[in-house]
């Protein structure tokens, strides 16, 4: 019976812990809305324009083509919630 309860518990906070698509865009808004040379977009304009795909293992992809900039900004949002920010400029 205690090793139900645990094994329970134990999905639960696996549960708890996996990311969703609004909580990786967040983390992504948060993360480029915070860089002294970000984006040309802001508030919700930026919010808005992100574009969110899910992979294996949890993590996220954050994406914003910048064509103000010619700028295409990458956020990789791993399940711990850790992000990392890329940009690379648009060939065209």
Not at 18 to 46: F, K, N, V, W
């Amino acid at each position: 019976m205690k090793s139900i309860v645990a094994l329970v518990l134990a999905v639960l906070l696996t549960a708890c812990s996996q990311l969703t698509p609004e909580q990786a865009r967040t983390i992504g808004y948060e993360r480029l809305s915070e860089m002294r040379d970000g984006p040309s977009l802001h508030g919700d304009a930026l919010m808005s324009a992100l574009e969110v795909t899910e992979h294996r293992g949890g993590k996220y992809l954050v994406e914003l083509t910048d064509k103000p900039r010619n700028l295409l900004w990458a956020v990789i949002v791993l399940p711990s919630g850790k992000a990392e920010v890329t940009r690379m400029a648009i060939d065209g």
